[in-house]
């Protein structure tokens, strides 16, 4: 959620709880807040970045379980063409230990939508997390999936 002070400054707190079983993964947890720029807010095209500190609690399934402090990044930006008919987007968020400057990981998510009929689109997206230091018992450092998605588009 933000909170926004100055016309285009605002402060931030997110949360996110990720499951993997393929990373070994029960329950990943992470409080975050932090403070950001929008750069570009229009109907047509929107711009956001943000910084700040998160705190991450890792559940494993077969590994230890740990938690730890982390610098995070947010990223956010779509922007329509063709008189509103295409829609590109992509957002990411990263984040890296305080403890271990090696230990970060970053979600990614990235795509085409195409509104068709009063709010409702169609998106062909792509995920994307990489975790450099994962659990021993994990399969991969990363994961990705093509999705193809129905969904309702509130405006703005």
Excluded at 10 to 21: K, M, P, T
């Amino acid at each position: 959620d933000d909170y926004f002070f100055k016309p285009k400054w605002f402060c931030n707190a997110n949360s996110l709880f990720e499951n993997d079983r393929f990373a070994d993964l029960d329950l990943r947890t992470t409080i975050g807040a932090g403070l950001g720029h929008q750069f570009f807010e229009s109907e047509d095209l929107n711009l956001s970045a943000s910084a700040g500190l998160a705190y991450i609690m890792e559940d494993y399934i077969v590994a230890e379980n740990r938690d730890f402090s982390a610098a995070q990044w947010l990223v956010s930006y779509d922007q329509f063409f063709f008189d509103q008919s295409v829609q590109l987007f992509h957002s990411n968020n990263g984040y890296i230990s305080l403890e271990d400057g090696n230990d970060w990981f970053i979600n990614t998510r990235q795509g085409v939508r195409f509104p068709f009929y009063k709010g409702l689109v169609t998106s062909l997206q792509y995920n994307y997390s990489y975790q450099n230091t994962p659990s021993p018992d994990a399969n991969s450092k990363w994961n990705a999936a093509i999705m193809v998605l129905l969904g309702y588009q509130f405006g703005n």
